[in-house]
Nanobody, 126 residues
Framework: QVQLAESGGGLVQAGGSLRLSCAASGRTLSMYAMGWLRQAPGKERELVAAINRSGGSTYYADSVKERFTISRDNAKNTVYLQMNSLKPEDTAVYYC???????????????????WGQGTQVTVNS
């Protein structure tokens, strides 16, 4: 099974940028559809962005469109989330998630994923 480890979180001022990384080990990442999800205090976990196995198809929540970009480098077994124009409402724990699949699609709900990282905190100050 695959193990996932996020990095790159931190504290940033509103309008700033962060780049999250998710390094996979144990299995080749190219067999997995991937997603970034986040959970703010008192709120449900929500999908931020998703990407299919090849990286050719992506999905974004409306709240992050035009600001966040998901990408992957299967040769490096790593998935990225570039976050620009950050807002205080982006403050949350961000999780990387994976779903073993033989399809070319992605998954847009938390329930679609069965492997999770430990999460990385992102805090955006106003």
């Amino acid at each position: 099974q695959v193990q996932l480890a996020e990095s790159g979180g931190g504290l940033v001022q509103a309008g700033g940028s962060l780049r999250l990384s998710c390094a996979a080990s144990g299995r080749t990442l190219s067999m997995y559809a991937m997603g970034w999800l986040r959970q703010a205090p008192g709120k449900e976990r929500e999908l931020v962005a998703a990407i299919n196995r090849s990286g050719g198809s992506t999905y974004y929540a409306d709240s992050v469109k035009e600001r966040f970009t998901i990408s992957r480098d299967n040769a490096k077994n790593t998935v990225y989330l570039q976050m620009n124009s950050l807002k205080p409402e982006d403050t949350a724990v961000y999780y990387c998630a994976a779903r073993l699949t033989y399809s070319g699609g992605y998954y847009t709900t938390a329930g679609g994923y069965n492997y999770w990282g430990q999460g990385t905190q992102v805090t955006v100050n106003s």
